[in-house]
């Protein structure tokens, strides 16, 4: 098993700029989960999933959109980039009725 | 909403101190608690839980004891070591896929 994979491991954008983070599981995990950590804070999270097709907000999605067409793939997008999303982004999944989340590498995110 | 308060950081201990790193949270039901470790350049992992009131999770020689009465969860170890220097993260899980977290609390253990 792989885990949970995401890319770019670090990436560059320019204000105004669009890009996809990827995540991928191959645990078959029903739930998945994106967050952003910044310095000094914890994660904070922006969008989760509890299921194919289902999608919901958590405490910080303004400026990004997710969609879940697999159970496998949790993409995040960030439809105009601002500085304000420098952060390092984090991609976790886990089985439905297990509180234990498995964390992704991180994508390291700088927004010029 | 939930919250979870962590002791602030950073944490210099020397090799073979004992370590506390107090956290407290506000929830509503019956949250579960979560101890995640965060080591340099890499994603968090989970360190130990516990799942309903007086649980104690132990790890790796880490302990925390979930009190209801105090609402807290606070994280143990009697020797720390200088691998133990890593980014420790209390959090509460109370929905599916919805944790909150605290702010981290660096530790570093110094030989």
């Known amino acids: 098993n792989a885990g949970v994979t995401q890319t770019p491991k670090f990436q560059v954008l320019k204000t105004g700029q669009s890009m996809t983070l990827q995540c991928a599981q191959d645990?078959?995990?029903?739930?998945m989960s994106w967050y952003r950590q910044d310095p000094g804070m914890g994660l904070r999270l922006i969008h989760y999933s509890v299921g194919a097709g289902i999608t919901d907000q958590g405490e910080v999605p303004n400026g990004y959109n997710v969609s879940r067409s697999t159970t496998e793939d949790f993409p995040l997008r960030l439809l105009s980039a601002a500085p304000s999303q420098t952060s390092v982004y984090f991609c976790?999944?886990?089985?439905?009725?297990?509180?234990?989340?498995?964390f992704g590498p991180g994508t390291r995110l700088l927004v010029l | 909403g939930n919250s979870v308060t962590q002791m602030e950081g950073p944490v210099t201990l020397s090799e073979e101190a004992f370590l506390t790193i107090n956290c407290t949270y506000t929830?509503?039901?019956?949250?579960?608690l979560f101890w995640y470790v965060q080591y340099p350049g890499e994603g968090l992992q989970l360190l130990l839980k516990?799942?309903?009131?007086?649980d104690k999770g132990s790890n790796k020689g880490f302990e925390a004891t979930y009190r209801k009465e105090t609402t807290s969860f606070h994280l143990e170890k009697g020797s720390v070591q200088v691998s133990d220097s890593a980014v420790y993260f209390c959090a509460l899980d109370t929905n599916a896929g919805k944790s909150t977290f605290g702010d981290g609390t660096t530790l570093t253990v110094k030989p």
């Open positions: 645990m078959n995990h029903e739930y």
């Open positions: 516990a799942t309903k009131a007086d």
């Open positions: 929830a509503t039901g019956y949250p579960s």
């Open positions: 976790a999944s886990r089985r439905a009725g297990v509180e234990t989340q498995y």
